[in-house]
């Protein structure tokens, strides 16, 4: 998710046309930064578990693994094959101005099953907000509410809001299982 935020920043800045100096990214930047440092903290975390702890957190039969692995990799297909095939329609029938809300739409909707692919609940809501920011910027462009450019700018920074919110609730996850954990193994 850290990630996930910078390229819809950038986005976004492109957009307002670095009107603002580029300020919203720089923030941005340091909270990708400052969550990129703490998930150092989960590695730790990992080194100080036990080891007999560490295999019954790994422990997976290697054929769903492998299935698992595979339902990865064919969410990503299939979605940069959507936005591909998008892109293509949309410059076909003229609507650039609608890329901006329909990648943000897919990339909303690769959440789904990528959630029950890796049991991370957390993106069921990012996406949804991803689609409804997608959905909401798109009736606001196409009712001629706001500008192209502020429509595009307000969805992408509500993506890029979204990863990070999701960044921060893994952090306090991560903390609290931290502090289950080390209470358990201090006596």
């Known amino acids: 998710m850290i990630l996930f935020a910078m390229p819809w920043v950038m986005i976004g800045e492109y957009s307002w046309d670095f009107s603002d100096y580029a300020l919203g990214a720089i923030i941005v930047l340091i909270l990708v930064v400052w969550l990129g440092l703490y998930s150092i903290k989960l590695y ?10 560490l295999t ?7 054929a769903q693994e492998k299935k698992r692995q595979w339902l990865f990799a064919l969410i990503f297909i299939f979605e940069g094959i959507a936005i591909l095939i998008t892109w293509m329609i949309l410059l076909r029938w003229q609507r650039e101005h609608w890329l901006i809300p329909c990648f943000a739409f897919i990339a909303g909707l690769h959440f789904f099953p990528l ?9 069921y809501i990012l996406g949804i907000w991803i689609c409804m920011v997608a959905v909401g910027g798109f009736l606001l462009l196409y009712h001629h509410i706001i500008s192209l450019q502020i429509a595009n700018t307000l969805m992408t920074y509500g993506c890029a809001a979204g990863a990070i919110v999701d960044g921060f609730g893994v952090m306090i996850r991560t903390q ?12």
Do not use: F, G, T
């Not at 990992?46 to 080891?51: A, F, K, R, V």
């Open 44 to 53: 730790e975390l990992e080194d100080s578990l036990p080891q007999d702890e």
């Open 56 to 62: 019954d957190l790994y422990a997976m039969d290697p």
């Open 115 to 123: 959630a029950r692919v890796i049991k991370h609940n957390s993106y």
């Open 176 to 187: 609290q299982l931290k502090r289950n954990k080390m209470s358990e193994i201090l006596p």
